[in-house]
Protein backbone atom coordinates (compact mmCIF):
# COMPACT_ATOMS: atom_id res chain seq x y z
CA UNK A 1 0.00 0.00 0.00
CA UNK A 2 1.44 3.79 -0.95
CA UNK A 3 -0.56 6.61 0.55
CA UNK A 4 0.52 9.87 -1.32
CA UNK A 5 0.38 13.59 -0.72
CA UNK A 6 0.71 16.10 -2.68
CA UNK A 7 1.76 19.96 -1.87
CA UNK A 8 2.92 23.24 -3.41
CA UNK A 9 -0.29 24.46 -5.21
CA UNK A 10 -1.64 27.73 -5.43
CA UNK A 11 -2.37 31.50 -7.10
CA UNK A 12 0.53 32.35 -9.36
CA UNK A 13 0.68 34.83 -12.43
CA UNK A 14 1.78 33.52 -15.68
CA UNK A 15 5.31 33.57 -16.48
CA UNK A 16 6.07 32.44 -12.62
CA UNK A 17 7.43 28.95 -11.20
CA UNK A 18 5.73 26.59 -8.65
CA UNK A 19 7.33 22.85 -7.53
CA UNK A 20 4.91 20.96 -6.50
CA UNK A 21 5.65 17.92 -4.23
CA UNK A 22 4.17 14.31 -3.71
CA UNK A 23 5.12 12.88 -0.27
CA UNK A 24 4.50 8.78 -0.69
CA UNK A 25 4.52 6.27 2.49
CA UNK A 26 4.20 2.69 2.85
CA UNK A 27 6.42 0.02 2.05
CA UNK A 28 6.79 0.17 -1.70
CA UNK A 29 7.05 3.86 -2.11
CA UNK A 30 10.70 4.05 -3.01
CA UNK A 31 9.96 1.39 -5.62
CA UNK A 32 7.07 2.79 -7.61
CA UNK A 33 7.24 4.41 -10.62
CA UNK A 34 5.19 7.98 -10.19
CA UNK A 35 3.68 10.39 -12.16
CA UNK A 36 1.75 13.38 -12.24
CA UNK A 37 -1.54 14.05 -13.99
CA UNK A 38 -4.02 17.34 -14.08
CA UNK A 39 -7.65 17.74 -14.71
CA UNK A 40 -9.22 21.23 -16.00
CA UNK A 41 -12.39 22.04 -15.08
CA UNK A 42 -14.43 20.17 -17.66
CA UNK A 43 -11.86 18.82 -18.90
CA UNK A 44 -10.85 14.72 -18.67
CA UNK A 45 -7.64 13.94 -16.37
CA UNK A 46 -4.36 13.94 -18.79
CA UNK A 47 -0.91 13.33 -18.02
CA UNK A 48 2.01 15.40 -17.72
CA UNK A 49 5.04 13.85 -16.61
CA UNK A 50 6.05 10.30 -14.90
CA UNK A 51 9.48 8.88 -13.52
CA UNK A 52 10.90 5.22 -13.24
CA UNK A 53 11.98 3.90 -9.54
CA UNK A 54 15.47 5.23 -9.70
CA UNK A 55 14.93 8.46 -11.38
CA UNK A 56 16.69 7.64 -14.77
CA UNK A 57 13.85 7.40 -16.73
CA UNK A 58 11.37 10.26 -17.59
CA UNK A 59 7.97 11.03 -19.85
CA UNK A 60 6.77 14.13 -20.56
CA UNK A 61 3.63 14.58 -22.31
CA UNK A 62 3.20 16.75 -25.88
CA UNK A 63 5.09 20.09 -26.32
CA UNK A 64 2.79 22.04 -24.22
CA UNK A 65 5.06 21.04 -21.03
CA UNK A 66 8.25 19.80 -22.42
CA UNK A 67 10.72 22.41 -21.49
CA UNK A 68 9.03 24.24 -19.09
CA UNK A 69 7.86 20.98 -16.29
CA UNK A 70 10.68 18.61 -14.90
CA UNK A 71 9.84 16.40 -12.91
CA UNK A 72 12.22 14.18 -10.31
CA UNK A 73 12.34 12.45 -7.31
CA UNK A 74 14.26 12.29 -4.07
CA UNK A 75 14.25 8.40 -2.78
CA UNK A 76 15.47 9.45 0.83
CA UNK A 77 12.48 11.93 1.25
CA UNK A 78 10.07 9.35 -0.60
CA UNK A 79 9.09 12.54 -2.34
CA UNK A 80 8.53 12.90 -6.11
CA UNK A 81 8.63 16.61 -7.57
CA UNK A 82 6.90 18.61 -10.33
CA UNK A 83 9.14 21.58 -10.77
CA UNK A 84 6.74 24.31 -13.35
CA UNK A 85 7.84 27.02 -15.07
CA UNK A 86 6.75 29.52 -17.26
CA UNK A 87 3.45 28.79 -16.00
CA UNK A 88 0.49 29.73 -18.32
CA UNK A 89 -2.87 30.23 -17.92
CA UNK A 90 -3.93 26.91 -19.37
CA UNK A 91 -1.92 25.13 -16.93
CA UNK A 92 -4.47 26.02 -14.20
CA UNK A 93 -5.96 22.39 -13.17
CA UNK A 94 -6.01 20.31 -10.33
CA UNK A 95 -2.67 18.24 -10.44
CA UNK A 96 -2.71 14.71 -9.14
CA UNK A 97 0.46 12.32 -8.01
CA UNK A 98 0.10 8.48 -8.89
CA UNK A 99 1.93 5.74 -8.29
CA UNK A 100 2.30 2.35 -9.99
CA UNK A 101 4.11 -1.12 -9.63
CA UNK A 102 4.59 -1.16 -13.59
CA UNK A 103 7.37 0.88 -15.86
CA UNK A 104 7.16 0.36 -19.30
CA UNK A 105 10.23 1.78 -20.84
CA UNK A 106 8.50 2.45 -24.07
CA UNK A 107 5.66 4.30 -23.29
CA UNK A 108 4.28 6.72 -20.43
CA UNK A 109 1.79 4.57 -18.57
CA UNK A 110 -1.95 5.33 -18.44
CA UNK A 111 -4.06 5.67 -15.56
CA UNK A 112 -5.38 2.88 -15.30
CA UNK A 113 -1.81 1.51 -14.81
CA UNK A 114 -1.53 3.70 -11.83
CA UNK A 115 -2.41 1.83 -8.71
CA UNK A 116 -2.19 4.59 -5.93
CA UNK A 117 -3.42 8.40 -6.37
CA UNK A 118 -3.38 11.47 -4.01
CA UNK A 119 -6.16 14.18 -3.44
CA UNK A 120 -4.90 16.44 -5.54
CA UNK A 121 -3.25 19.98 -5.21
CA UNK A 122 -5.20 23.21 -7.14
CA UNK A 123 -2.65 25.07 -9.38
CA UNK A 124 -4.17 28.50 -10.49
CA UNK A 125 -2.20 30.80 -12.95
CA UNK A 126 -3.59 34.48 -13.64
CA UNK A 127 -3.15 36.35 -16.98
Known amino acids: QVQLVESGGGLVQAGKSLRLSCAASGRSASNAAMGWFRQAPGQEREFVASINYNGEETFYTDDSVKGRFTISRDNAKNTVYLQMNSLRPEDTAVYYC???????????????????WGQGTQVTVSS
Open 98 to 116: AASRLWFGTRPLVQGEYHY
